[in-house]
Structures are given as C-alpha cells and as structure tokens.
T-cell receptor, first 114, second 113 residues
Framework: NAGVMQNPRHLVRRRGQEARLRCSPV?????VYWYRQLPEEGLKFMVY????????ESGMPKERFSAEFPKEGPSILRIQQVVRGDSAAYFC????????????FGDGTRLSIL | AQSVTQPDIHITVSEGASLELRCNYS??????LFWYVQSPGQGLQLLLK??????LVQGIKGFEAEFKRSQSSFNLRKPSVHWSDAAEYFC???????????FGKGTTLSVSS
C-alpha cells in the first residue's frame, strides 16, 4: 500500500507568487493534517481536515494560507503572495477513522522562496 | 497549554552502546504520546505510541519507551544502537489520537564507530 504522497518534493517560488502543495493520504484515510517545519524548530501544526471540512485551523496563519480536502482528489495547502519567511518544509499526515489511530507522514514538500 | 520538551539537542553514542532520549511533556489530562524518527530529507516515521495500559511500550527497530506520569516523561530507549539509527527523533503529544500533534524540537542522534 502506498503511504502518504506529497508533491512536489521541492518547490521554488519568487516572492509574491502562489504556492500549491498537494497531499494524497493513505488509501482509506479520511483525516489529513498539515504541519510546517522551520529551520532549527520542530514541527508546528497548521490545520486538520476531513473530507470537505476543516476541523481545526488553529495553527494556520490568518492571512495568505488556506487548505482544502475535497471529496475527490488530494488535499491542497495554498499559500498566496509568498514571502521569504514561508520557506520551510511542509508535511502532510493522514489517519483513518476510528479511535487511537496514529498519524502517518509523507516525505514533505521543501518550499524555497527566492 | 500542551508542550513537549526534549532537553538534548544533540547526542552522540558509540555504536553498540545503549541510548536514552529524554522527553518531558506538559498536559493536564492523560496524554497520547508518540516518538517519531526523521532521516535527512525524509518524512517522519512512527516508532511507537502510548495511549493507555502498560506504561512500557515496544516499538519498531528495537526501540521502547516508558511513560512515567509522576515525572511527566516519556523517554525513548534502545539497548544497542546501530549506525543506521543516526537521525532526528521527535517526541509528540496530543489530547487524543486523532487531533493535532504537539512536537518537541527534536534530538539529533549521531552514532560513532
């Protein structure tokens, strides 16, 4: 079974452009989480989604960032008008329905802002 | 607020020696606790988890961890380290398994020959 698939693995954008990061969860998983890893820091939670619903976005910056997990297709993390400080590794994780299900992580997207 | 502290930023261990990585958490109720490992350029792999029950938890790759409520700790151990164990290790906590994870800043493990 394929694990969590993230693409692209590396993304370079210029300041002011838009960045779209994609995440396909493990087949059968309906819960998706996005985390950001900045240099010298641990991973920080951004947003938790189930199909077509945002469950918890307490870690999302108030502006420029949005996330979706449509009924069909991958989850998308969108960053508009990127700035240098958005340079980071962005990780997606997924988990299935049911109690006590741990999160399984993808290999991340490394975003670099020129 | 929940938090996780990994006091050691970097640890070097000789191959074949034992290993203990420290993790302290701050959480009011019974936490869900995890250890993940990250190799350079890769994602995070789950080593083990504690939800309830036996406080000594066995994981993959020969790792184990012990939950000590009185010390608010969940230290990771391995009796004999292999060179392939060199990586970054993250301890994490959540209030239940399906919600946001709060991560520590990680401990980088180097293995010397």
């Amino acid at each position: 079974n394929a694990g969590v698939m993230q693409n692209p693995r590396h993304l370079v954008r210029r300041r002011g452009q838009e960045a779209r990061l994609r995440c396909s969860p493990v087949k059968g998983h309906s819960h998706v989480y996005w985390y950001r890893q900045l240099p010298e820091e641990g991973l920080k939670f951004m947003v938790y989604l189930q199909k077509e619903n945002i469950i918890d976005e307490s870690g999302m910056p108030k502006e420029r960032f949005s996330a979706e997990f449509p009924k069909e297709g991958p989850s998308i993390l969108r960053i508009q008008q990127v700035v240098r400080g958005d340079s980071a590794a962005y990780f997606c994780a997924s988990s299935p329905d049911g109690v006590n299900q741990p999160q399984h992580f993808g290999d991340g997207t490394r975003l670099s802002i020129l | 607020a929940q938090s996780v502290t990994q006091p050691d930023i970097h640890i070097t261990v000789s191959e074949g020696a034992s290993l203990e990585l420290r993790c302290n958490y701050s959480y009011g109720a019974t936490p869900y606790l995890f250890w993940y490992v990250q190799s350079p350029g890769q994602g995070l792999q789950l080593l083990l988890k504690y939800f309830s029950g036996d406080t000594l938890v066995q994981g993959i790759k020969g790792f184990e961890a012990e939950f000590k409520r009185s010390q608010s700790s969940f230290n990771l151990r391995k009796p004999s380290v292999h060179w392939s164990d060199a990586a970054e290790y993250f301890c994490a906590v959540s209030n239940q398994a399906g919600t946001a994870l709060i991560f520590g800043k990680g401990t980088t493990l180097s293995v010397s020959s």
